[in-house]
């Protein structure tokens, strides 16, 4: 496993831009998908974005696309989350997570490493 340590979250307006960091730490990445996730009161995690570490493939949620990409720095043993046109139903706490697989799983049971999360709230 890896350990994860999410930044970057905040309190914004509606159509702002927030970019989320997420640094890994603890093994090697080479093989490592990343992923985002988030979770609103009351509600299931749900997936926002995957990147392979190698290869650079990516993978969104239908209700991000256009609006939020996901990329990586591989020096720095970082992802990032960059959320642009933000509305308020994207408010919810977003989490990191690590898997050693070579694809960009959306599958929250296949991740097992997960950072502690960071608050995103959009007001209207």
């Known amino acids: 496993q890896v350990q994860l340590v999410e930044s970057g979250g905040g309190l914004v307006q509606a159509g702002d831009s927030l970019r989320l960091s997420c640094a890994a730490s603890?093994?090697?990445?080479?093989?490592?998908?990343m992923g985002w996730f988030r979770q609103a009161p009351g509600k299931d995690r749900e997936f926002v974005a995957a990147?392979?570490?190698?290869?650079?493939?990516?993978r969104y949620a239908d209700f991000v696309k256009g609006r939020f990409t996901i990329s990586r720095d591989n020096a720095k043993n970082t992802v990032y989350l960059q959320m642009n046109s933000l509305k308020p139903e994207d408010t919810a706490v977003y989490y990191c997570?690590?898997?050693?697989?070579?694809?960009?799983?959306?599958?929250?049971?296949?991740?097992?490493?997960w950072g502690q999360g960071t608050q995103v709230t959009v007001s209207s």
């Open positions: 990147i392979t570490w190698s290869g650079g493939n990516t």
């Open positions: 603890g093994r090697t990445f080479s093989t490592y998908t």
């Open positions: 997570a690590a898997v050693r697989l070579g694809v960009p799983v959306a599958a929250r049971g296949a991740y097992d490493s």
